[in-house]
């Protein structure tokens, strides 16, 4: 356990870390990748260029200070990151390295704020949690080697075929090439795709199942990703996969990761499930809806999907097969930027975003689980709907693509 003095000092410097956060971040991870360049690959440079990554590391520097008295309330937080870290290969050997450019940051960007007392105060507090780290992080490794066809590290995996699922999304199918079994898998998990780019070396990627458990493949579906800003590249990625992979290649691929899941049997006790994709976000929402499916084709499911337009909607032929199996699979589709013909036709079932009204009128709200998933503006926008409806918190589970980062529009406030 930490001191109770460590504790007095981490709470009384907690205002002025907040107020640096960032700062410290960004120097953070110049100093690391200076320092110990290796580390690099562990990292997505776009979520760098972006400052994602950093606002997020700030994020949970400041949310682990400010609960230094009562960590237990970041476990949610640590069950995530750890099995963000086990999808990448990062062992207990990384945590030192981390550890001494945080403090090493901490010092330049302070100065001499941080006193040897604070300094020691703060190691002791990032070696408590690092623990909590890595015993975590060896439990899921032994979890994944232990499973029926598990493995830990890179498994080699023959594209068996490549299916395009709109303008935008290409699905692929992903077979071992050992021709040995799959692992099973939580519906909603991901898998990291290692490919040696041919002309820059780039970080592991993670990539939604978008099928079922318990099938002879795995599916991945990807989208073209454009650059995140004007003077940032393409998404490096998604362009190789979606030009440079063909069938018959062969990628490296980690086990299955991620704590955005449902259990379909618990699913289908008798709570009605609504999921709600904007976009990509639809891949692990897929991936629940068929297991729920599978289960208990009786199960009480709402599944919408928000898209630009039916250039850029994917897998509307697939959902539509789905709920024709399931007498209780209500779906909907929403266009914000409809294309001539789109809601004529029939190619969605209304124009517009996700708004409080909606989920009032067409979901069972009071009752029911959601999860949801897409781009951080569809996020927030669901997020502050379901708040307006009252939906208790426990009922409510959501994944981000790329850094975790606040839900609510305004700035939490450390206190």
């Not at 995530?80 to 010092?107: D, F, M, N, R, W």
């Not at 990509?280 to 629940?288: D, E, F, H």
Request: glycine residues 8%.
């Amino acid at each position: 356990m930490l001191s109770d003095k460590t504790i007095q000092i981490v709470k009384a410097i907690t205002p002025l870390v907040a107020a640096n956060a960032e700062t410290i971040t960004r120097r953070f991870y110049t100093r690391m990748f200076e320092g110990n360049p290796e580390v690099k690959a562990f990292f997505n440079q776009a979520h760098q260029h972006s400052g994602g990554q950093q606002k997020a590391l700030a994020g949970a520097i400041c949310a682990y200070f400010s609960h230094i008295d009562n960590p237990a309330v970041l476990m949610p937080a640590v069950e995530l990151i750890a099995q963000k870290h086990c999808s990448l290969g990062i062992k207990a050997e990384h945590y030192p390295i981390v550890g001494e450019h945080l403090l090493g940051a901490i010092k330049d960007v302070m100065g001499d704020a941080a006193t040897d007392e604070i300094i020691d105060a703060v190691a002791e507090a990032y070696q408590f949690l690092a623990d909590i780290f890595i015993g975590r992080e060896g439990a899921i490794y032994e979890e994944q080697q232990s499973a029926p066809g598990g493995w830990n590290g890179y498994r080699s995996f023959v594209v068996d075929r490549k299916v395009p699922e709109s303008d935008e999304v290409t699905s692929f199918y992903l077979r071992p090439e050992d021709q040995g079994p799959l692992p099973p898998f939580r519906p909603g998990q991901y898998i990291t795709v290692h490919i040696e780019h041919p002309t820059t070396p780039t970080s592991p990627r993670n990539y939604s199942l978008s099928e079922r458990p318990g099938v002879e493949h795995f599916r991945i579906s990807v989208k073209r990703e454009q650059a995140l800003s004007p003077d940032a590249p393409d998404g490096l990625i998604s362009n190789h996969l979606h030009d440079g992979i063909q069938p018959g290649h062969v990628v490296k691929l980690g086990p299955p990761c991620g704590e955005f899941t449902i259990h379909p049997e618990t699913a289908t006790s008798g709570r009605p499930v609504v999921l709600l994709a904007g976009g990509i976000g639809v891949t692990p929402l897929l991936s629940m809806a068929k297991s729920i499916v599978h289960a208990n084709p009786e199960a009480s499911i709402y599944f919408l999907q928000a898209a630009r337009n039916s250039r850029v909607h994917a897998f509307a032929d697939e959902i539509g097969n789905l709920a024709s199996l399931s007498p209780n699979m209500h779906t909907r589709v929403l266009y914000d930027c409809p294309l001539p013909g789109d809601l004529e036709n029939n190619r969605c079932d209304g124009v517009g975003f996700v708004t409080t009204e909606l989920l009032r009128e067409w979901t069972p709200y009071q009752s029911a689980d959601f999860y949801f998933c897409g781009p951080k503006p569809f996020m927030q926008a669901v997020h502050a709907c379901l708040q307006e409806l009252g939906v208790d918190e426990t009922r409510v589970r959501y994944e981000f693509f790329g850094p975790k980062e606040e839900l609510r529009q305004s700035v939490a406030k450390v206190g």
